[in-house]
């Protein structure tokens, strides 16, 4: 899984992961979970992901709570993305908003993505 990228977002499941990938113009790895992680998985993912920028893009619903307590503990240093609770899941959510939230944490997206503001 690891392709040398420096960058990596943690993701719930495929859906997600088609969501993200469009938005994101440099190389980013994305790992889906696919809603739960084995401690052997979560091991592997430590070891390779240790020097790397991690970020966690879950569901702003129980599982994804869950989830994301999981992998604060074991990527204390990661940064987390919180998607607004109106959406719910990260595959629902506007592309617009998406881009304008993984931009916020300084991965580069596609500007055609990005909220255009307009003089009225």
Same mark, same amino acid.
């Not at 020097?51 to 074991?74: P, S, T």
């Given at each position: 899984?690891? /392709?040398? +990228?420096?960058? &990596?977002?943690?993701? $719930?499941?495929?859906?997600?992961? !088609? #969501?993200? *990938?469009?938005?994101?113009?440099?190389?980013?790895?994305?790992?889906?979970?696919?809603?739960?992680?084995?401690?052997?998985?979560?091991?592997?993912?430590?070891?390779?992901?240790?020097?790397? /920028?991690? +970020?966690?893009? &879950?569901?702003?619903? $129980?599982?994804?709570?869950?989830? !994301? #307590?999981? *992998?604060?503990?074991?990527?204390?240093?990661?940064?987390?993305?919180?998607?607004?609770?109106?959406?719910?899941?990260?595959?629902?959510?506007?592309?617009?908003?998406?881009?304008?939230?993984?931009?916020?944490?300084?991965?580069?997206?596609?500007? $055609?993505?990005?909220?255009?503001?307009?003089?009225?």
């Amino acid at each position: 899984m690891d /392709d040398g +990228y420096d960058k &990596v977002i943690i993701v $719930e499941g495929k859906s997600d992961k !088609r #969501k993200v *990938l469009p938005l994101i113009r440099e190389s980013v790895d994305i790992i889906c979970t696919n809603g739960t992680i084995s401690f052997s998985k979560m091991d592997e993912l430590i070891d390779e992901l240790s020097n790397r /920028d991690v +970020y966690i893009l &879950v569901d702003a619903d $129980e599982a994804g709570e869950k989830l !994301r #307590k999981q *992998l604060k503990r074991e990527f204390p240093d990661a940064e987390h993305l919180y998607i607004d609770r109106a959406y719910r899941e990260v595959a629902t959510t506007p592309s617009k908003y998406l881009a304008s939230l993984l931009l916020s944490a300084n991965i580069d997206v596609y500007t $055609e993505f990005l909220e255009k503001r307009m003089n009225l």
